[in-house]
């Protein structure tokens, strides 16, 4: 089983930074992936970014220059700087782990409110 605890969350003005870090622990063997989804009112939670070992970072179209995903294996911690916040990147944001093998599996942390105002 694999927790994941996220921090960072809170209030910015348009234009502003936040960074949101989340640690994991538990057995993360096997865990190749790790990112951030984002879940606005009314909407489909989307990916925001993730790393992943064997083929590195992926953004959202919309956060691509703005949003810098990194990974530390040592620390456990996948972290989420977001420069040039907007409104439209309000939401609940969630730190999610993935593994595929020995098998396919989802971890999800509780989530951290961001909003930001115009």
């Known amino acids: 089983q694999v927790q994941l605890v996220e921090s960072g969350g809170g209030s910015a003005q348009a234009g502003g930074s936040l960074r949101l870090s989340c640690v994991a622990s538990?057995?993360?063997?096997?865990?190749?992936?790790m990112g951030w989804y984002r879940q606005a009112p009314g909407q489909e939670r989307q990916l925001v970014a993730t790393v992943a070992l064997a083929t590195g970072t992926e953004y959202a179209d919309s956060v691509k220059g703005r949003f810098t995903v990194t990974r530390d294996n040592n620390r456990n911690t996948v972290d989420l700087q977001m420069n040039s916040l907007k409104p439209e990147d309000t939401a609940v944001y969630f730190c999610?782990?993935?593994?595929?093998?020995?098998?396919?599996?989802?971890?999800w942390g509780p989530g951290t409110q961001v909003t930001v105002s115009s």
């Open positions: 999610h782990a993935h593994r595929t093998f020995p098998t396919a599996k989802d971890w």
């Open positions: 538990g057995n993360l063997y096997g865990v190749n992936v």
